[in-house]
């Protein structure tokens, strides 16, 4: 009888670890009715005195979930061995942005509310702030207990050819039209002339120009970055709207107006172009909608739930 008993608690215990390691719409509406609406506070307060802000977050949420999966490790300062000093994560940035909204929830709700559901939630807010779709986030991460600057090695990068970019997206179980769907993110937002050097000046094969690059769009690109000028110097993704979420930029990549070098890459593949193409039809899909399946399934990338990782008390350190 003692056997059998130790035998149900140990399944009782299995299945309500089973519940708990799925994430779900609306985790915290009990234990913190107000997390999400925290969260989109602070956000909104970042926008007021950023105007940048949105893509930063929206970033930011990429660049976690790439590596270890969507569970805050680019959030840890823990030195020189930091993930966040990889070279993939140059420029991102927004922590003091999800840092504010963990010291908050930790006042209301201390100890529940993980930083790494902070940044899909932060992330999903600044869409919708740059009049994007407005789409709930199934909830219920927990944050990771690794944080190490190696593991950041296999980022998608600008440069990397259509066929690699595909393999890194499929290593993480996101398929080419993923790959566009998040690459069109690139609406919002701005790049550094840092990383149009090597498609101005030194593409490869080659050397010289990306021969991609419309030659009545090339002087624009290299008025802004000129040779040996300022790396620094920032630019538009997505020209003529920035700020704004919306399909103009597969309209650009499309009409050969790509201004990243892998946004250009998606029409090298037929597939790809075919993706960008269907948004362009006359009873093709909708491209919001389409995009919020490809954020919501990234956001699930080897997330840690039940047991697994921890509740961080700061985001920016392990407990």
Avoid: W
């Avoid at 020189?80 to 993939?88: S, W």
């Avoid at 790049?191 to 149009?196: D, G, Q, R, V």
């Avoid at 990306?210 to 110097?233: H, K, W």
């Amino acid at each position: 009888m003692a056997f059998v008993m130790v035998g149900g608690l140990i399944f009782t215990m299995l299945m309500m670890m089973s519940c708990k390691g799925q994430l779900q719409v609306g985790f915290y509406s009990q234990t913190c009715p107000h997390a999400e609406s925290i969260v989109r506070s602070v956000v909104a307060d970042a926008l007021r005195s950023d105007p940048t802000m949105p893509a930063v977050l929206l970033r930011l949420h990429f660049h976690d979930c790439f590596v270890e999966g969507c569970d805050g490790s680019i959030l840890i300062e823990n030195g020189e061995e930091a993930e966040k000093r990889a070279f993939g994560h140059q420029g991102v940035r927004g922590f003091d942005v999800i840092e504010r909204a963990k010291a908050q929830l930790e006042q209301s709700c201390p100890g529940l509310v993980s930083c790494a559901d902070i940044v899909a939630l932060a992330a999903r807010d600044a869409v919708f702030m740059a009049d994007g779709p407005l789409y709930q986030v199934p909830t219920g991460r927990r944050d990771g207990l690794v944080s190490n600057v190696t593991l950041a090695d296999d980022m998608p990068e600008v440069s990397d050819s259509i066929f690699l970019l595909k393999d890194k997206f499929l290593n993480k179980g996101l398929t080419p039209k993923d790959l566009v769907l998040l690459s069109a993110a690139h609406t919002i937002g701005s790049t550094a002339c840092f990383f149009m050097t090597r498609r101005l000046y030194n593409f490869v094969p080659g050397g010289g120009t990306d021969p991609s690059i419309r030659p009545d769009f090339l002087p624009s690109l290299t008025n802004r970055c000129p040779e040996n000028g300022d790396v620094n110097v920032r630019l538009a993704m997505d020209v003529g709207s920035e700020q704004k979420f919306d399909i103009n930029i597969l309209r650009n990549i499309r009409e050969g107006l790509a201004v990243l070098e892998s946004d250009a890459r998606l029409s090298d593949d037929m597939f790809t172009k075919n993706v960008i193409d269907s948004y362009f039809s006359d009873f093709g899909p909708s491209f919001e909608s389409d995009f919020v399946d490809s954020i919501i399934k990234m956001g699930q990338i080897g997330v840690k739930t039940g047991l697994s990782g921890e509740i961080r008390r700061t985001c920016s350190s392990f407990n």
